[in-house]
Structure formats: C-alpha cells, structure tokens
C-alpha cells in the first residue's frame, strides 16, 4: 500500500523558513520522481517543485525558484522541500505526490494528506 506522509509544516513569519519532509513507503521510492504540491484557499493546486527518482533533476514553479530546494534520501525513502525567504504567498497546504504506473501502464497519482505552512506577521 503507497503512503506519503507530510510533516514539518507550520507558522512562520515572513523571511523565514521551514523544512518539509514526506516519509513514503509501499513502492520502489528510488525509482519514482516525487514533487511536492500546494494549494492556497480557493486556488488550484499546483505543482510547487519536483525531483527525478535518483536526485539528478529538479524543476521549480518560478514563484519559488531561489528560495526553495527539493531534495531526497533514497536511503530513508524521504522527500524534503527546504524553504527559505517565506511569503505570505507561500501560505498553503502542501502535499507530497508521486505518480506510480500500474497494470497495462496505466498511471496512477498519489496523495499525502498535506502539511499546512502560514506565512504571516
């Protein structure tokens, strides 16, 4: 059974930081890409930054390239998004994805339950 498991969110004032961590397990974690995912009230979710399987790519949504930095362990089965430089902007749930393909290659996307981060004064 895939889960994905948020942690580290919380309040933060502006200019500082947090470190997001997703423990996963029930699937090859050194073979997936992860990302991590936010979604702001009454905004779509939308993809934040990601990571290829061994840690050799990452991509960044613009509003966040510079400050934010996605990282893993294949060891520990983890995924990190460290955080820097908050903005009010920042303020969202986030949740941690990987996207598995299962019988006759058909895809399948898979959730955390989220991680809360506000950013305010």
């Known amino acids: 059974q895939v889960r994905l498991v948020e942690s580290g969110g919380g309040l933060v004032q502006p200019g500082g930081s947090l470190r997001l961590s997703c423990a996963t397990s029930?699937?090859?974690?050194?073979?997936?890409?992860m990302s991590w995912y936010r979604q702001a009230p009454g905004k779509e979710r939308e993809l934040v930054a990601r990571i290829s399987s061994l840690g050799g790519s990452t991509n960044y949504a613009d509003s966040v390239k510079g400050r934010f930095t996605i990282s893993r362990d294949n060891a520990k089965n983890m995924v990190y998004l460290q955080m820097n430089s908050l903005k009010p902007e920042d303020t969202a749930v986030y949740y941690c994805n990987t996207v598995l393909k299962g019988p006759l290659d058909i895809t399948y996307g898979y959730w955390g339950q989220g991680t809360q981060v506000t950013v305010s004064s």
């Open positions: 029930g699937f090859t974690f050194s073979s997936s890409a």
